[in-house]
């Protein structure tokens, strides 16, 4: 399993971002697939987490009706939609994907990873 993440980049606080994560490899229907950020100096977090094959997502409470994760099966990719970006949404976006452990939120849950990519939300 291959997976590519991109679309970050520099934004204003308020702002939006879309991040796309293009994976490879497999037939990804029996996967979980998840995002998670990391901030500078602090551990790994869990984001955001879909089932390919239904569509079920679970959030975390901080981008809650800010985020959305989706997936296009066509085009075995993953997005994340950022809205209503914050300072402290400010990490590297990684992507990751799994079969074997639902709707994770830990990252040893996950045994496939992309190789990140930066969001920085500026004031």
């Known amino acids: 399993v291959q997976l590519q993440a991109s679309g970050g980049g520099l934004v204003q606080a308020g702002g939006s971002l879309r991040l796309s994560c293009s994976a490879s490899g497999r037939t990804f229907s029996n996967y979980y697939m998840a995002w998670f950020r990391q901030a500078p100096g602090k551990e790994r977090d869990f984001v955001a987490a879909?089932?390919?094959?239904?569509?079920?997502?679970y959030y975390a409470d901080s981008v809650k009706g800010r985020f959305t994760i989706s997936r296009d099966n066509a085009k075995n990719t993953l997005y994340l939609q950022m809205n209503s970006l914050k300072l402290e949404d400010t990490a590297v976006y990684y992507c990751?994907?799994?079969?074997?452990?639902?709707?994770?939120?830990?990252?040893?849950?996950?045994?496939?990873w992309g190789q990140g990519t930066q969001v920085t939300v500026s004031s």
């Open positions: 990751a994907a799994d079969q074997s452990y639902g709707l994770g939120v830990n990252d040893y849950e996950y045994d496939y």
């Open positions: 879909i089932n390919w094959s239904s569509g079920n997502t």
